[in-house]
């Protein structure tokens, strides 16, 4: 469990919070390169992988070129699905500490899930987490594309072995303890924004090009501009059993 | 195909998307409101990845496999099972499910 807040041992604890994810990113990357490598080649299947280092955006230019589209609208569609970094990366940038080119390489290591994992609730960040669990992702990420393209097809899709739905219950744990924190003032802040932001994913995901509902989704953030009404008071501990 | 220039392109955009946060606003401490907003992207944006990730194929909203096993592994995690086990739980009914259907 990530419980040791901002202890020296931050680092190891990225390291270890992101392995659980080796093996669905790995998965994952697997299932790029079963797809790409017709497409694309072999080198640069694995290249893309490398280089640019996002499922979203390499599965958006994917599927692109797969129906026929152009490279200029491959590359918009992909970018178009990685515009929630644009909102990650303001989120941490106030955890962030030293020079312009020390934030630059710390926020190249920004992904979903080392996000997720630097994390610490009230808009603080662990750096040092975020950034030491990047590279277990890299590596499954890369050497997941690598195993695809080398043929794995014959071990067969791996969304069959569930694998897929690691993601969000690992997002979700991550998610609960700053919905329901134990030892701080109640505050249902929190809850509204991520029933707003589920909201909002759900009605555009269908009309809008993807990406564009997660971006949309951090909108819900706004809520925050309202004073959190705290909701204290001893006598209402005690009803949450 | 050119496809090492969509390479370079989608490197350069994904690192530019990440970082240009981190280079303006770093390390600096936002008003308090500013700060309250920031606090809740987190959660806004986690929420939206575990709605994407269970609940959409492309642009299609579906409830499959993975809405089952992302059940178990939310009640798991209210009662409080190590999140790993959580995860484990939510992938074999997941791939029970897939594989009875």
Redesign the interface.
């Known amino acids: 469990?990530?419980v040791m807040r901002g202890t020296p041992r931050a680092w190891p604890e990225g390291l270890r919070a992101s392995l659980?994810l080796a093996l669905p990113i790995a998965a994952v990357g697997m299932s790029f390169g079963i797809l790409a490598a017709p497409l694309?080649?072999a080198i640069?299947s694995i290249?893309?992988s490398a280089?640019?280092?996002?499922g979203t955006?390499?599965f958006a230019?994917l599927?692109i070129l797969t129906s026929g589209g152009g490279?200029a609208l491959?590359?918009s569609a992909?970018?178009l699905a990685?515009?929630?970094?644009?909102?990650?990366?303001?989120?941490?940038?106030?955890s962030?500490?030293?020079g312009?080119l020390r934030?630059?390489l710390?926020?190249?290591l920004?992904a979903?899930a080392s996000?997720?994992i630097g994390?610490r609730?009230?808009?603080?960040f662990d750096i040092s987490a975020l950034a030491w669990a990047a590279p277990v992702q890299y590596v499954a990420w890369v050497g997941g594309t690598v195993a695809g393209v080398a043929g794995a097809r014959a071990i067969g899709d791996p969304s069959?072995?569930?694998?897929?739905?690691?993601?969000?219950?690992?997002?979700?744990?991550?998610?609960?303890p700053?919905?329901f924190p134990e030892h701080a003032p109640r505050n249902r802040?929190?809850i509204i924004?991520?029933?707003?932001?589920?909201t909002?994913?759900?009605v555009l995901?269908?009309?809008?090009?993807?990406g564009v509902?997660?971006l949309v989704?951090?909108?819900?953030?706004?809520?925050?501009?309202r004073?959190?009404r705290q909701s204290a008071g001893p006598a209402n501990v005690g009803d949450e059993a | 195909?050119?496809?090492?220039?969509?390479?370079?392109?989608?490197?350069v955009?994904?690192?530019l998307?990440?970082?240009?946060?981190?280079?303006?606003?770093?390390?600096?401490?936002?008003p308090a409101?500013l700060?309250?907003?920031?606090?809740?992207?987190?959660?806004?944006?986690?929420?939206?990845?575990?709605?994407?990730?269970?609940?959409?194929v492309?642009?299609?909203?579906v409830i499959d496999?993975?809405a089952a096993?992302?059940a178990v592994?939310?009640i798991a995690?209210?009662l409080r099972v190590?999140?790993?086990l959580?995860?484990i739980m939510?992938?074999?009914?997941?791939?029970?499910l897939?594989?009875a259907v």
């Not at chain 1, 609730?121 to 603080?124: A, C, I, K, N, Q």
């Not at chain 1, 069959?160 to 609960?176: A, E, I, K, N, T």
């Not at chain 2, 700060?35 to 959409?56: D, E, H, K, Q, Y």
């Not at chain 2, 492309?58 to 909203?61: F, Y």
């Open positions: 469990m990530v659980p694309l080649g640069m290249l893309m280089v640019v280092w996002s955006a390499q230019a599927s490279l491959a590359a992909a970018l990685n515009t929630r970094f644009l909102p990650m990366g303001f989120a941490v940038a106030p962030m500490t030293g312009p934030r630059l710390t926020g190249a920004i979903d996000f997720v994390h609730g009230g808009g603080r069959r072995w569930g694998l897929d739905v690691f993601f969000p219950v690992f997002y979700l744990s991550l998610l609960l700053e919905l802040q929190p924004v991520a029933v707003l932001a589920a909002i994913t759900l995901t269908p009309i809008a090009p993807p509902p997660v989704a951090a909108a819900a953030a706004l809520v925050g501009l004073a959190p | 195909m050119r496809t090492w220039i969509l390479i370079i392109v989608l490197a955009g994904t690192v998307l990440k970082t240009i946060g981190p280079v303006l606003a770093g390390g600096r401490q936002p409101r700060t309250r907003v920031i606090a809740l992207v987190a959660p806004a944006l986690i929420s939206a990845l575990i709605v994407t990730g269970t609940f959409t492309g642009r299609q909203l496999a993975r096993g992302l592994g939310a995690l209210w190590p999140a790993v959580a995860m939510a992938a074999i009914v997941c791939a029970l897939r594989f």
